[in-house]
């Protein structure tokens, strides 16, 4: 046959099998590394390539089934177009040499070359190759189907079940790194407000209410005068009201609801009229879970309630969506009513300043997992309630007590990072 074929030709066959080798190693490499939530992405935007590189590969084992036998044919007809050129050449010496000579060639140009190219750039070989494959498995079917059979049976005999290539779904971890590794193309407010919200099942209404000792709300057993002044100066669209203290809550009052009042109108039977049923939830209450009930509820307000009944603190919708976008409804006036600044590298920090608020607003590191206020924290540690100019560490951060009686801690004041410490006390 070499005889009756031209040695320009066989050259010419040669390069076109090497060239196709490449293709189906190269083009098996892309579509394999394809980012499969990238690739769905495309194709709901109606990218041609990417629509049938999804299809393709819902079944995995037909498209490899093709890409292989595409390989291999091409390989074995390089095989034997080389011991044709190689003997018509030099004789049986000529293709001793011609067949190692042809392996380095299709380890370096039809293997490793391609399959490197397409790991770095997948897209760019995937999609004008899915545009190959899809017509050509019709056109190869029964040999396909052959091929993936016997091998279906080989893996079922070895225990291998499953059929076809599902997108599993992301873990809450995953989706985590995938947003920190989105770099420049999402802005860092929106990374935040991205990490915020998948992190609102790690944060309860615990870490967000405000405590007990902190609630504002409406004594009914005060004197008018001074019902009418709570409401004047709150700065609270809705207020719990009660009867002696707020375990007794009659249920919580919208300050839109006096718009219409005079002042001389407002009475305690009125405002028991207006009063809304107290809407209670327990404590440990994931933020997620709670925001979910705030929307079926239609509810903006709950009162959380430990495991005997006791109101442990008000949680808000704006102390959730606040997790998430940050502080919006601060008066600035009072931000640095838990922190001042006593020097370059020193602050003097409330005692009862929550420690989630702190570590948001000075870009803080202290445990969270633990107690929510400063006092809590350094109680936990030191298992008492220290003296004054008592000194420890906790996360690196260097901590003096400033004022403290016999009941809680009232300041302390809290160093800069010391990124070498421990974090012990």
Known sequence: MGDDVPLAVLVVLLVTLLLLSAFFSGSETALMSL???????KAREGHRGAILAERLLKRPDRLLGLILFGNNLANAALIAIVTLIAASIGGEPAVAVAIPLLTIVVLIFAETAPKT???????????PAALVYYPLQFLTWPFVWLINMCSNALLFLLGVRGKGAQLHSLTQEELRTLVYEAGSRISTRYRKMLISILDLEKVTVDD?????????????????????????ESGHTRLPVYREHIDQVLGVLHLRRLANLSERAIERDTLRKLLSEPYFVPEGTPLSTQLVQFQRRRQRIALVVDE???????????DI??????????????????????GSNSWIVDGSA???????????DLPTDGPKTVNGLIVEMLETIPEPRTCLKISGYPIEIVESDDTRIRSVRIGQRIEAADSGG
């Open 117 to 127: 190219l397409a790991a770095l750039h997948p897209e760019r070989l995937a999609f």
């Open 354 to 364: 929550n420690i989630r608020e702190l570590n948001r607003s000075q870009d803080w």
């Open 35 to 41: 980012n499969r939530y990238q690739l769905r992405h």
């Open 321 to 342: 969506l606040e997790e998430i976008v940050g502080e919006f409804t601060t008066d600035p006036a009072d931000e640095d009513d838990d922190v001042v600044r006593e």
């Open 208 to 232: 967000v209410m405000v405590p007990h000792n902190e609630i504002v709300g409406i004594d009914l057993d005060n004197d008018i005068t001074e019902i009418q002044r709570v409401i004047a």
């Open 308 to 318: 005997y009944g006791d109101i442990q603190g008000i949680v808000t919708l704006e």
